[in-house]
């Protein structure tokens, strides 16, 4: 199974980005994806999660200015991130839970990372 994340860059603060995380692979099903995001010098943190019945949670952080959702026949997660500000820059990395055959355990995977830097 491969996590692929994509859409990060440089933007102007106010400005706006699209995250994106396609999962390939051996796929049953995916549980939960989620975006996390990791500034230098800080540790990783979960910045928005949505299960497959679509229940969401975000961090206090980034509500009202992002937007996760998901395209369960794509095996895709996205992330829509507005207002951005300077202390939104940080790798984001996305995660699901993936179970391979059914009835089988989910099992825990992450994409590379794509990096958001938001500065004038």
């Known amino acids: 199974v491969q996590l692929q994340a994509s859409g990060g860059g440089l933007v102007q603060p106010g400005g706006s980005l699209r995250l994106s995380c396609a999962a390939s692979g051996s796929i049953f099903s995916i549980n939960a994806m989620r975006w996390y995001c990791q500034a230098p010098g800080k540790q990783r943190e979960l910045v928005a999660g949505i299960t497959s019945g679509g229940s969401i949670n975000y961090a206090d952080s980034v509500k009202g200015r992002f937007t996760i959702s998901r395209d369960n026949a794509k095996n895709t997660v996205y992330l829509q991130m507005n207002s951005l500000k300077p202390e939104d820059t940080a790798v984001y990395s996305c995660?699901?839970?993936?179970?391979?055959?059914?009835?089988?355990?989910?099992?825990?995977?992450w994409g590379q990372g794509t990096l958001v830097t938001v500065s004038s």
């Open positions: 995660n699901a839970d993936v179970q391979k055959i059914k009835h089988s355990v989910y099992y825990s995977y």
